[in-house]
């Protein structure tokens, strides 16, 4: 059995696209919490219920814990019980946000979420536009490095969406994101 391509990306796609001709979707496998990770999602969960602060819950998972699966898990709830369809992802450090795009494409339990990337595309509000048509929810990573003038004009036309639709979560805190300058850049989005 020989399988088109050159690279194990292109094997991995033909496989896809094989499977889901035959099964009529992509199959992934499931995402399977570990207990700890079940543990502060239920938790975080009923902070929010309650109208708690959860920046504390937040901040205090280890290392190794499985933040990018734990916050993915945590997306699909607050979404699928408050309807946020926007998950905003700041960072300073960007590996961040390579750790989250192959997440998606993991697990069947992200299916339904896509990443608009405004560093890569021209048009990301026309991109979460037709994401919503599709039924996509969507991650936007958010680079906080340059000068916050420029940076306001690259990340204005955040402001057009109404941020009762946003879940915001900050990875790797205390790698930049915590700053004043960065703060100032996630209240413009906010505001």
């Known amino acids: 059995f020989w ?11 033909y496989l896809d696209q094989l499977v889901t001709e035959m099964e009529g979707h992509i199959v992934r496998k499931k995402v399977k919490l ?12 009923d902070a929010i219920d309650n109208g708690a602060d959860v920046a504390t819950v937040i901040a205090n998972l280890c290392p190794r814990f499985g933040k990018t699966i734990w ?4 997306f699909k709830q607050i979404s699928e019980k408050y309807g946020n369809r926007i998950m905003l992802l700041p960072a300073y450090w960007l590996s961040v946000h390579s750790s989250f795009e192959g997440e998606l494409e993991e697990f069947d339990d992200f299916q339904h ?9 021209e048009d990301p509000d026309t991109a979460v536009d037709a994401a919503w048509a599709e039924g996509q929810d969507v991650i936007i990573p958010i680079s906080l490095h340059g000068d916050l003038t420029e940076w306001k004009q690259k990340h204005s036309w955040l402001r057009d969406i109404d941020s009762e639709t946003f879940f915001m979560f900050a990875d790797e805190g205390d790698f930049g994101t915590h700053a004043d300058a960065q703060i100032d850049k996630l209240d413009y989005i906010l505001q």
């Open 113 to 121: 979420m896509t990443i608009v990337d405004p560093r890569k595309i």
């Open 71 to 74: 916050a993915l898990m945590l």
């Open 34 to 45: 570990r207990t700890l990770q079940q543990k502060a999602l239920d938790e975080t969960m």
């Open 3 to 13: 399988i088109p391509g050159k690279t194990y990306s292109d094997a991995y796609e």
